[in-house]
């Protein structure tokens, strides 16, 4: 009985493996679909914002768009930031338009201009990548708004800290906007894809078990 056990045990592991490996070739297709979808839209042009109403879904996120109103003064948020030129921190500003109020990231900061970034007033028009709201904080940092210590792009915490009222329930990353400050455009779209190199070690684990049982088996038949 324990051999049988052992070889049921050993066949569920192989077909575990192979399954697993073909559970990851499945996730390198949706991958590879996503990333020229997300390619598509970065190389279309900007489209008009939606409503500040309305809810977004992934499959809207980096999306170019364009947005025109009047930006909100005193109400900056800086949220800490890693980027191409270092740790600093993005400024996010409400810009009320005439479909309703939007956070915008209006980029990037060094970390000693905290506080500090050139306010945004009046008229502006925005064209940037729409982005959904972080919620929470960051990786084993949570928000702590009474502080004014953020570590995503919380909107909705945003919005209630800074009592903004009804705001869109995602926001805008703000395009490049030459050697100003903030300075925007440093938006990172990558996605990691090694579901084919997870997917060969799967199989080889499922091979390797493989043929370790049937050396067991060809030893025990001797």
């Not at 569920?12 to 499945?26: K, N, R, T």
């Not at 948020?77 to 600093?88: D, E, N, P, Q, R």
């Not at 940092?141 to 953020?150: K, L, M, T």
């Amino acid at each position: 009985m324990k051999g049988v056990a052992a070889r049921a045990l050993t066949i569920a592991a192989i077909l575990g493996f192979v399954a697993l490996g073909i559970w990851q070739l499945e996730r390198r297709t949706w991958k590879l679909a996503l990333i020229e979808r997300v390619d598509a839209k970065l190389a279309a042009a900007p489209v008009a914002a939606p409503p500040a109403s309305k809810t977004l879904t992934e499959d809207d996120a980096y999306t170019r768009i364009t947005a025109s109103g009047r930006y909100l003064p005193g109400h900056d948020v800086y949220v800490k930031a890693l980027t191409a030129l270092g740790g600093g921190y993005w400024v996010m500003t409400p810009l009320d338009t005439a479909n309703g109020r939007i956070l915008i990231n209006r980029g990037f900061v060094p970390a000693d201009m905290r506080g500090r970034a050139p306010p945004a007033a009046g008229p502006a028009t925005v064209t940037g990548l729409i982005r959904l709201s972080e919620p929470g904080g960051g990786f084993l940092r949570s928000n702590d708004p009474a502080a004014g210590r953020w570590y995503s792009r919380d909107v909705a915490a945003i919005a209630a800290a800074q009592r903004l009222g009804a705001v869109a329930p995602w926001f805008i990353d703000a395009g490049p906007n030459g050697s100003d400050w903030p300075r925007g455009g440093l938006t990172v779209v990558a996605f990691r894809n090694a579901h084919l190199s997870y997917a060969l070690t799967w199989f080889a684990m499922a091979a390797l078990l493989a043929v370790l049982a049937w050396r067991a088996m060809r030893k025990r038949a001797r």
